[in-house]
């Protein structure tokens, strides 16, 4: 018999996109788990993701994916609009769920999730996968050891070019499409985890014709003066660097800098540079703690809170609210 740190856990997958295949790529890295179901809204598609990935069952319906009991955990890589959806709708049947971010469309979803966590004691969270990644969490270190002094600044940017098209979920509006949901997360989470929530929030932003953002410049000012200048564009490729400005130093997190293996600290006039290994294509790490969380019996994680989940989502709502982008 397995001992509880090695009790096996059985994995369903809502949503065989492009994520979830990269996900399944990852999980057999993970010891003691399984990639047992996957669901889609159609069951040739499930089947097709099945067999490439080795997963037991294939349901054409997100719903008997839910019922199987012989499922443990869910990994949900709908478009955003569906997170919430299907996060309760799993979360009622007793199934732990890691859900893509942004975790939902709007704060209060995010509560009726957080809520619905805490009715069932099950475990939830949002797969910010770079809250676990080895630079990630070296840089946070040193921010708190204080190698830069006081932090002044940060300026963070993610952009890509893809053609518009506004059936693709990246751009159709009605599933949650647009520059700052998607990739506009990540500077957004960089700013939350370095400074906190700010002051205040000020943004503009560009449109396609359907009215998702296809850029978004975010302004965030905080209490001590610090402040941080933040991009994302579906327009153009960007540098997709981080630059974090403190006193007596600047620390520059690499290319693409949310999943990045380097960064490096200049100060006093010297320049050192770190390096580390992501495991994977870099889900493993979030994969393992979510899985340890759950054989220890956890509802919230320690790194990816509850309180996180609801202040990135806090920082969405208000970049929205200036830029008046509604959904639906
Ligand atoms: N962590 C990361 O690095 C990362 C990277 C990319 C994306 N993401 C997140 O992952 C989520 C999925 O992104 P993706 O790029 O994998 O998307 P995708 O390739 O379009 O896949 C989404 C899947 O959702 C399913 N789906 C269910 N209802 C749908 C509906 N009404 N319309 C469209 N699709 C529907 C589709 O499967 P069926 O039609 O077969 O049911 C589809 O395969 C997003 O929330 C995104 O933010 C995270």
């Given amino acids: 018999m397995n001992k509880p740190s090695e009790r096996i ?31 889609s809204r159609d069951q040739d598609r499930a089947e097709a993701f099945a067999r490439e990935c080795n997963a037991a069952k294939a349901y054409g319906s997100y719903e008997a994916l ?6 443990d955990a869910v990994y949900i890589a ?21 859900c893509e971010k942004p975790l939902a469309m709007n704060a ?51 952009g890509f070019h893809t053609p518009y098209n506004p059936v693709s979920r990246l751009f159709n509006k009605q599933l949650g499409g647009g520059s700052l949901l998607d990739i506009g997360i ?22 396609f014709e359907n009215g998702a953002d296809s850029s978004c410049t975010m302004h965030l000012k905080y209490t001590n003066n610090a402040e941080a200048r933040l991009y994302s564009t579906l327009l153009q490729e960007t540098s997709t660097v981080a630059v974090i400005k403190g006193v007596e130093g600047v620390l520059t997190i690499h290319p693409r800098f949310h999943e990045s293996s380097s960064f490096s600290i200049e100060k006093e006039g010297k320049t050192e540079q770190f390096n580390f290994i992501n495991r994977g294509e870099g889900f493993v790490h979030e994969i393992e703690h979510f899985c340890n969380l759950l054989r220890e019996g956890k509802a919230e994680s320690p790194v990816m ?8 989502i806090g920082l969405l709502d208000g970049v929205r609210e200036k830029i008046g982008l509604q959904y639906e």
């Avoid at 839910?66 to 499922?71: F, L, T």
């Avoid at 939830?124 to 002044?152: S, V």
Wanted: net charge neutral; glycine share 6%; proline share 5%.
């Fill in 108 to 158: 209060m979803q995010v509560e009726e999730m957080i809520a619905a966590s805490k009715v069932h004691k099950v475990l939830l969270m949002e797969a910010m996968w770079t809250a676990f990644l080895p630079h990630f969490q070296a840089a946070m270190q040193k921010l708190r050891e204080g190698a830069l002094g006081e932090i002044k600044s940060i300026e963070a940017d993610f």
């Fill in 66 to 71: 839910a019922r199987d009991s012989n499922v």
């Fill in 305 to 312: 809170t509850f309180e996180i989940s609801r202040q990135l």
């Fill in 9 to 39: 856990i059985r994995w369903g997958i809502m949503g065989p996109g492009k994520i979830a295949r990269k996900f399944a790529r990852d999980l057999p890295e993970v010891p003691h788990t399984e990639l047992y179901a996957v669901a």
């Fill in 186 to 207: 990540y500077p957004l989470f960089l700013a939350l985890s370095v400074l906190g929530m700010p002051a205040e929030i000020d943004a503009r932003a560009t449109f």
């Fill in 78 to 98: 709908t478009p955003h609009a569906l997170h919430q959806k299907f996060s309760l709708l799993c979360l009622s049947h007793g199934k732990a769920v890691l």
